[in-house]
């Protein structure tokens, strides 16, 4: 797992693309997360908790390589190449599709990368703009489930049910996220 070469410094100007140089502090984030799942490993076979442990000797190779990712806009098809994994559902017959839940494992370097990358577009978001919509729950630090089920209670039973209006709510199985509408009649 040997970082690419390094860009040439003359090509390398963080200023003009808006690229910040990475940090230990991205990756110690990210790791730090990391540490507190016990997850099973990728198709590379190094479970999270070997990263953790390594990452006080691996730490500048990995912000390298990182930094070199981010640099030249690449994420490593390596890392999106998944282990594909059917976990049976309890109370189903064996031989039902539906008793089988598909999970698929990805190596745990690019699940650090991919928080690095998260954790940068939040703060870009959050700091430079445009800020995500105040109704946005999911991707965004210090809001949960229970706000959004706040949401839905406020919408449910506030000013617009009260004045003859309504509120539904779609959920899309496949991206499992709920959206609320609000019926405003005046």
């Given amino acids: 797992m040997a970082p690419p ?100 494992l990805l190596d745990e370097v690019g699940k650090l990368f991919e928080r690095v990358i998260a954790n940068r577009l939040a703060e870009h978001l959050a700091g430079t703009g445009p800020d995500l919509a105040e109704h946005q729950f999911g991707f965004r630090k210090r809001r949960s489930t229970v706000d959004a089920i706040m949401r839905v209670r406020a919408l449910t039973t506030g000013d617009a049910v009260a004045r003859g209006g309504g509120c539904f709510g779609s959920v899309s199985r496949h991206r499992q996220r709920l959206q609320l509408h609000a019926l405003e009649l005046y």
């Fill in 5 to 104: 070469p390094a860009v040439p410094e003359a090509d390398h100007q963080d200023d003009d693309d808006g690229i910040p140089e990475g940090t230990g502090v991205d990756l110690r984030v990210a790791v730090r997360r990391l540490k507190a799942r016990n997850t099973a490993p990728g198709p590379d076979g190094l479970p999270g908790k070997a990263w953790v442990l390594a990452s006080e000797a691996l730490g500048p190779r990995l912000e390298g390589l990182l930094s070199a990712c981010l640099e030249r806009g690449q994420f490593p098809l390596r890392w999106k190449t998944g282990k594909l994994v059917l976990i049976r559902k309890p109370g189903r017959p064996a031989d039902s599709p539906f008793a089988y839940r598909p999970v698929v």
